[in-house]
């Protein structure tokens, strides 16, 4: 199995264009993804993934890009547009796409836009007669339409889409396995991401993606690959390359390993990943066990100090922490409900470089409304702690031992660490117990720029993530 990330000839889109113009653009876009579908479909590749806006652009209203749609229609239909494009009217990039994967014998998965036809018989229906949807289509390898489904939590700026009213949880069977699928923002939810894992048990997760990276806790490759493995799922993400938009990051990860990734800030070109994954993982031997995120944190008496707390911002978030002081010692850090152990022995302690062990238990508020949990050893950005939070780079002192764990409510933590670089640390530097210990197994030094137990506690969630309380109008 395979995917990409892409960066073609994508942009700020404020004027209308024509249907003409807007399909040129699109083609050029899809010439960059045909290079890496018959690339991937030649090394034996069964599935490519491509990412969320990599076909039109983004920056849009409802207006600009209109010319960029098309009517999708649902996989019952039975519908290969490589042999009938006119059946539903004018398709060319669903044609196009559908040749694609049937002219390779590939599943080809790509994000475009879906528009539907409403009227005033509908209270919903926006003024200017339609909905307009972000949406993922699957085509098998014999370019049949398979899957459309239309992202439920748009991101804040995505002013050109509609909200779908009723979630849709939208998976396929294959020759290789049970697949899902939803969009970018999606994966901060319980509907879709959770409920095509645990309902409806996947074995993968398609996962197009336009994700600009926040550090210290929201970089792709690292949010990503913790995700597939708390979820125990194989998630293959597709993220735009846009280095002027801190956008890059894709991967292929297990549940129990990240198979590839690529992250490059110094590059505009694209990169093709292939790897193998079990197609049925659950069944596995190696399938990791379910972990209980607080049974070890609240076995453990809080580890007391005489310093004292302070505040610190992540992403609009205000965590309470404690600095670091020493080489080597046992911390607790609490927020409300939440209380944060760690465990650690660092080397080369740097006198220039400050850590902190932080704790937040809230609703984060900020583009988008969700409930969050979070245990973090992070490297502040300077000496001055007024900067722990702040994004940061690289670290010169190592850790040798860490224990991280906290008291979450709940059953969906990711567990992250970053290293110098933003680069990951590899499996057999760290593990993951059943007590829900997130520790080091290894001795070797490592430069650690960020550990996390990232929790989701989605019984506290707002209906929806992308909408925040209704303005009265």
Same mark, same amino acid.
């Given at each position: 199995?395979?995917?990409?990330?892409?960066?073609?000839?994508?942009?700020?889109?404020?004027?209308?264009?024509?249907?003409?113009?807007?399909?040129?653009?699109?083609?050029?876009?899809?010439?960059?993804?045909?290079?890496?579908?018959?690339?991937?479909?030649?090394?034996?590749?069964?599935?490519?993934?491509?990412?969320?806006? +990599?076909?039109y652009g983004w920056v849009f209203t409802r207006e600009t890009i209109y010319p960029y749609l098309e009517d999708i229609p649902d996989p019952e239909v039975n519908w290969i547009?490589?042999?009938?494009?006119?059946?539903?009217?004018?398709?060319?990039?669903?044609?196009?796409?559908?040749?694609?994967?049937?002219?390779?014998?590939?599943?080809?998965?790509?994000?475009?836009?879906?528009?539907?036809?409403?009227?005033?018989?509908?209270?919903?229906?926006?003024?200017?007669?339609?909905?307009?949807?972000?949406?993922?289509?699957?085509?098998?390898?014999?370019?049949?339409?398979?899957?459309?489904?239309?992202?439920?939590?748009?991101?804040?700026?995505?002013?050109?889409?509609?909200?779908?009213?009723?979630?849709?949880?939208?998976?396929?069977?294959?020759?290789?396995?049970?697949?899902?699928?939803?969009?970018?923002?999606?994966?901060?939810?319980?509907?879709?991401?959770?409920?095509?894992?645990?309902?409806?048990?996947?074995?993968?997760?398609?996962?197009?993606? #336009?994700?600009?990276?926040?550090?210290?806790?929201?970089?792709?490759?690292?949010?990503?690959?913790?995700?597939?493995?708390?979820?125990?799922?194989?998630?293959?993400?597709?993220?735009?390359?846009?280095?002027?938009?801190?956008?890059?990051?894709?991967?292929?990860?297990?549940?129990?390993?990240?198979?590839?990734?690529?992250?490059?800030?110094?590059?505009?070109?694209?990169?093709?990943?292939?790897?193998?994954?079990?197609?049925?993982?659950?069944?596995?031997?190696?399938?990791?066990? #379910?972990?209980?995120?607080?049974?070890?944190?609240?076995?453990?008496?809080?580890?007391?100090?005489?310093?004292?707390?302070?505040?610190?911002?992540?992403?609009?978030?205000?965590?309470?922490?404690?600095?670091?002081?020493?080489?080597?010692?046992?911390?607790?850090?609490?927020?409300?409900?939440?209380?944060?152990?760690?465990?650690?022995?660092?080397?080369?302690?740097?006198?220039?470089?400050?850590?902190?062990?932080?704790?937040?238990?809230?609703?984060?508020?900020?583009?988008?409304?969700?409930?969050?949990?979070?245990?973090?050893?992070?490297?502040?950005?300077?000496?001055?702690?007024?900067?722990? +939070?702040?994004?940061?780079?690289?670290?010169?002192?190592?850790?040798?031992?860490?224990?991280?764990?906290?008291?979450?409510?709940t059953r969906y933590v990711f567990p992250q660490i970053i290293l110098s670089g933003s680069q990951l640390a590899p499996e057999r530097h760290y593990e993951v117990l059943r007590? +829900?210990?997130?520790?080091?197994?290894?001795?070797?030094?490592?430069?650690?720029?960020?550990?996390?137990?990232?929790?989701?506690?989605?019984?506290?969630?707002?209906?929806?993530?992308?909408?925040?309380?209704?303005?009265?109008?």
């Open positions: 199995m395979c995917r990409m990330n892409n960066f073609g000839h994508c942009g700020r889109t404020e004027t209308p264009v024509s249907k003409e113009e807007a399909l040129l653009l699109m083609n050029k876009n899809i010439d960059v993804l045909e290079n890496a579908v018959k690339l991937a479909a030649r090394q034996g590749a069964h599935i490519i993934v491509t990412p969320e806006d +990599g076909i547009p490589c042999t009938d494009p006119q059946r539903f009217g004018h398709t060319p990039v669903q044609e196009r796409l559908s040749c694609l994967a049937k002219h390779n014998s590939i599943y080809v998965v790509a994000n475009i836009g879906d528009k539907k036809p409403c009227n005033a018989s509908d209270p919903q229906c926006p003024p200017d007669g339609r909905y307009q949807y972000n949406t993922d289509v699957v085509f098998d390898s014999e370019g049949r339409l398979v899957a459309r489904y239309h992202k439920y939590n748009l991101f804040a700026p995505e002013i050109q889409f509609d909200f779908p009213k009723d979630s849709e949880s939208v998976t396929f069977e294959t020759p290789f396995g049970k697949f899902g699928i939803f969009t970018c923002f999606d994966i901060f939810s319980h509907t879709p991401a959770v409920v095509v894992v645990d309902e409806f048990q996947v074995d993968s997760v398609l996962y197009p993606v #336009a994700w600009y990276n926040t550090l210290p806790l929201l970089s792709a490759v690292p949010f990503h690959s913790a995700w597939a493995r708390a979820m125990r799922v194989n998630l293959l993400a597709a993220n735009t390359h846009n280095t002027s938009m801190h956008m890059t990051g894709s991967g292929i990860y297990a549940p129990e390993a990240v198979k590839v990734y690529h992250y490059d800030m110094e590059t505009e070109s694209g990169q093709l990943m292939l790897s193998k994954l079990k197609s049925r993982p659950r069944s596995e031997p190696t399938y990791p066990a #379910a972990v209980d995120w607080s049974a070890y944190a609240r076995s453990v008496k809080p580890f007391l100090s005489e310093q004292s707390n302070f505040p610190g911002m992540i992403y609009f978030d205000e965590l309470t922490f404690i600095e670091l002081k020493r080489n080597t010692g046992n911390y607790t850090v609490c927020q409300k409900d939440l209380c944060c152990h760690l465990t650690y022995k660092m080397s080369e302690k740097r006198t220039d470089e400050v850590y902190a062990l932080g704790a937040f238990d809230g609703l984060h508020t900020v583009e988008g409304q969700y409930y969050l949990q979070i245990c973090t050893l992070l490297k502040c950005q300077i000496s001055d702690l007024r900067t722990c +939070g702040e994004p940061v780079g690289s670290a010169f002192t190592k850790l040798e031992e860490f224990s991280l764990s906290g008291t979450f409510a007590d +829900g210990r997130l520790r080091s197994r290894s001795r070797t030094p490592l430069p650690v720029l960020v550990l996390a137990l990232y929790g989701r506690v989605f019984d506290k969630d707002p209906p929806r993530l992308g909408q925040g309380p209704r303005r009265l109008e």
